[in-house]
């Protein structure tokens, strides 16, 4: 049954890999959502056969589990997991996904790395030396002033992270708070003789 998921995981992620459009892949996993029944876009099909109206109905847009836009045009965020191993690997998805998510829910190119990006690391408490050097030097991410937005390999990765934070079958390892510090040792000084 392992072999099965993991399989099927590996095919959708190579198809959605396939396809080069960031909008076209949201269209994929919306429809692929609909059709095996997890979501709609109007609520969860559980929700719908017992007559509940889903807390999201009113907006307009939504990647389910990812981030929703609201009616003022701001997309806010709903990621519980982001399926990461690490800090450097936590900050890396939420970086691309909050991109991708934000071109496909607004069509904006570009997203504001003062305004959005900085603010969603800090709330995740990875905003650290490390992730304003993954900021500074990923070759996925593209700059333009204060503006961030993804080559197009960066984009094959956001639409496959967005395909695991979607997957409830998958944990990641990393969560929130978990981030080791290390410590320097106190310095002593040299005994006198």
């Known amino acids: 049954m392992v072999d099965q998921e993991i399989d099927a995981m590996a095919k959708v992620s190579s198809a959605l890999a396939a396809v080069d459009d960031p909008q076209a892949r949201i269209r994929v996993l919306?429809?692929?959502?609909?059709k095996f029944g997890f979501a709609s876009p109007s609520g969860?099909?559980?929700?719908?056969?017992?007559g509940i109206s889903d807390q999201n109905s009113e907006t307009d847009k939504e990647i389910s589990g990812v981030?929703?836009?609201?009616?003022k045009g701001e997309v806010r965020f709903t990621i519980r997991d982001l399926k990461a191993k690490s800090a450097r690997e936590a900050t890396m998805r939420l970086v691309y996904v909050s991109i991708q998510a934000t071109q496909a829910l607004t069509g904006k190119r570009s997203v504001s790395r003062?305004?959005?990006i900085v603010p969603l690391l800090k709330h995740w408490r990875i905003y650290d030396g490390n992730a304003r050097r993954f900021l500074a030097t990923d070759r996925g991410l593209l700059k333009n002033g204060n503006e961030l937005e993804l080559d197009g390999q960066a984009q094959k990765d956001a639409a496959q992270y967005?395909?695991?934070?979607?997957?409830?079958t998958?944990?990641?390892?990393?969560?929130?708070?978990n981030n080791p510090r290390k410590r320097a040792a106190p310095k002593v000084a040299p005994e006198k003789k």
């Open 44 to 50: 969860t099909l559980a929700a719908k056969a017992k």
């Open 162 to 168: 967005i395909a695991e934070i979607q997957n409830s």
């Open 67 to 71: 981030a929703v836009l609201n009616e």
């Open 114 to 116: 003062k305004g959005v």
């Open 30 to 34: 919306r429809w692929a959502n609909e």
């Open 170 to 177: 998958l944990i990641g390892s990393w969560k929130p708070g």
